[in-house]
């Protein structure tokens, strides 16, 4: 069930025109839904992400851009979608900022920008944008659980697929968002649809058929043959994320469901023009600290 995330990078064989087939990690011996603690989910994602990120890129780096923010499969661009509004001169942290696409397209509209990023090898990535790019964008690499920051230092936090589905924690990371954003300071990020946890990852007919209970809150865990967590992703239903904001003490602005548009035709992990335009894919929270 991997999810698209905002962890973004094109290597120099797609950038010059040859292509090359993505190469996953492939340490897998078994999938599951079970209960995985916060260091098993840091500990996996660092190091799922750390050997993904360049296949990763690769097959989804034209669609991504080098400065582009966009939501989710579907291609919300916040460029057309404004659902930030206008950041010309806020101080904004993306997190789980990837190759930091959001971030310089943030930058570009005059925001001052830091990403936030678990994986080393992410940020490697994000540097490679920068150089060919021509923006740099500052960096932290922490958990997104424990940032690194003071008090009340943004304006606004976002985050596009970013970290927020795969911490075991989520409360630690709205309450963590709450403290380092000023009075008045927004939230906004997306995630999987929480409704797509009960079908099956497909992108084709066969997964228009549901089969896991909307409900059921275990986490997805991939493991290698020692039973080590490789790959960890965490569910929470609709009725949860509105909970979750209202007890780190932000106002729930607006949900946005992105519809599939007509001329989106390409098919990513589970999501496709098929499934895209019957069920929602992505769900985009917009919340503010009062």
Same mark, same amino acid.
């Given at each position: 069930m991997h999810?698209?995330?905002?962890?973004?990078?094109?290597?120099?064989?797609?950038?010059?025109?040859?292509?090359?087939?993505?190469?996953?990690?492939?340490?897998?011996?078994?999938v599951s839904r079970r209960p995985a603690s916060r260091r098993e989910s840091v500990r996996a994602n660092m190091r799922w992400w750390d050997g993904a990120a360049d296949a990763y890129q690769?097959?989804?780096?034209?669609?991504?851009g080098?400065?582009?923010?966009?939501?989710?499969?579907?291609?919300?661009?916040?460029?057309?979608?404004?659902?930030?509004?206008?950041?010309?001169?806020?101080?904004?942290?993306?997190?789980?900022?990837?190759?930091?696409?959001?971030?310089?397209?943030?930058?570009s509209q005059g925001a001052y920008v830091v990403g936030l990023e678990l994986s080393g090898r992410q940020l490697h990535h994000s540097r490679r944008l920068d150089a060919r790019e021509?923006?740099?964008l500052p960096v932290v690499q922490a958990d997104a659980q424990a940032l690194?920051? @003071? /008090? $009340?230092?943004?304006? *606004?936090?976002?985050?596009?697929?970013?970290?927020? #589905?795969?911490? @075991? /924690? $989520?409360?630690?990371? *709205?309450?963590?968002?709450v403290r380092?954003?000023? #009075?008045?300071?927004?939230? $906004?990020?997306?995630?999987?649809?929480?409704l797509r946890w009960s079908f099956l990852d497909d992108p084709t007919e066969s997964g228009l058929v549901a089969v896991h209970p909307y409900w059921d809150r275990r986490a997805y865990?991939?493991?290698?043959?020692?039973?080590?967590?490789?790959?960890?992703?965490?569910?929470?239903?609709?009725?949860?994320?509105?909970?979750?904001?209202?007890?780190?003490?932000?106002v729930l602005d607006d949900l946005v469901e992105p519809e599939w548009p007509e001329h989106n035709d390409q098919v990513w992990g589970g999501w496709s023009p098929l499934r895209g335009r019957l069920i929602p894919g992505t769900a985009v929270f917009l919340a503010h600290r009062p």
């Open positions: 999810s698209v995330t905002s962890d973004h990078f094109v290597d120099e064989s797609t950038e010059t025109g040859a292509q090359s087939e993505p190469d996953y990690p492939d340490d897998t011996a078994q690769a097959e989804h780096g034209s669609f991504l080098g400065s582009r923010f966009v939501w989710g499969p579907e291609g919300l661009d916040e460029a057309e979608a404004g659902l930030l509004g206008a950041v010309k001169g806020e101080r904004v942290l993306e997190l789980g900022c990837g190759a930091g696409q959001c971030g310089r397209w943030l930058t021509g923006v740099a690194p920051f @003071a /008090d $009340a230092s943004f304006d *606004l936090v976002c985050s596009s697929y970013g970290a927020l #589905p795969f911490v @075991a /924690d $989520a409360a630690s990371v *709205l309450r963590e968002t380092v954003l000023r #009075p008045g300071g927004r939230l $906004a990020f997306s995630v999987t649809h929480p865990v991939e493991e290698d043959e020692h039973g080590v967590p490789t790959y960890v992703e965490h569910h929470r239903t609709v009725g949860d994320w509105v909970r979750l904001l209202a007890t780190a003490g932000l």
